[in-house]
């Protein structure tokens, strides 16, 4: 079945706070998960992505987990400021084909 | 460089009227995706093109939703008849297919009003 699934809907932290995002998946030929990122009146763009090589990718305040065996993969937010308010989506594309979103976190960081 | 340009960025249409939304991939960018957005279901993948061959049409929204591809730089998506559930922004997104990010350029989207 190619679905992404990702939780919670809403997410709310604190200033400084690390916010963690979810997503899980089901068909293994996904092979590319990136994470979107969606401010209010902007389209999506891309802001980290991680292929399954590796089970761990870092930019700067952003992380991504990657457990292949369960099929899961999440974004960690270090450091949450106000700024990063936003809807954030995971994705997942089987070899460089089409791209599969799931449904999308809104994240909300209280000053 | 110029973006992905889609018009018209507002559209409003009667029940059962047919509609065209229009885009522009990023030049050069050889896949182009068509997605609809709603507060509740996310991004669903409409049509994927890749060198002007599609490549997949979303399943679901095979009855009423047509995307075509007339050239490497023009693509529309028309939908008839319209209904009102079809209220939302569709977006189109482009990628070079060998770039190495895999990422999507979105444009910045047409969003749909049925009454």
């Known amino acids: 079945q190619q679905q992404v699934r990702q939780s919670p809907q809403s997410l709310t932290v604190w200033e400084g706070e690390t916010a963690i995002l979810n997503c899980s998946y089901e068909d293994s030929t996904f092979d590319y998960f990136p994470w979107y990122h969606q401010f209010p009146g902007e389209s999506p763009a891309l802001l980290i992505a991680?292929?399954?090589?590796?089970n761990k990718k870092e930019d700067g305040r952003f992380t991504i987990f990657f457990n292949k065996r369960e099929k899961k993969f999440s974004l960690h937010i270090a450091d949450s400021q106000p700024g990063d308010s936003a809807t954030y989506f995971c994705?997942?594309?089987?070899?460089?084909?089409?791209?599969?979103f799931g449904k999308g976190t809104h994240l909300h960081v209280l000053p | 460089d110029a973006g992905v340009t889609q018009t018209p960025r507002h559209e409003v249409a009667e029940k059962g009227q047919t509609i065209i939304l229009k885009c522009e991939p990023v030049?050069?960018?050889?896949?182009l995706f068509w997605y609809r957005q709603t507060k509740i279901q996310g991004l669903e993948l409409l049509s994927y093109f890749r060198s002007k061959s599609l490549m997949e049409d979303g399943g679901a929204f095979k009855d009423r939703f047509k995307a075509e591809m007339l050239n490497s730089s023009f693509s529309t998506l028309k939908i008839q008849p319209t209904e009102p559930k079809d209220s939302a922004v569709y977006l189109c997104?482009?990628?070079?297919?060998?770039?190495?990010?895999?990422?999507?350029?979105f444009g910045e989207g047409s969003k749909l009003t049925v009454l």
């Open positions: 030049s050069g960018h050889n896949d």
């Open positions: 994705a997942a594309s089987p070899n460089a084909y089409k791209v599969i």
């Open positions: 997104a482009s990628r070079d297919w060998g770039e190495d990010t895999g990422q999507l350029y």
């Open positions: 991680i292929r399954p090589v590796s």
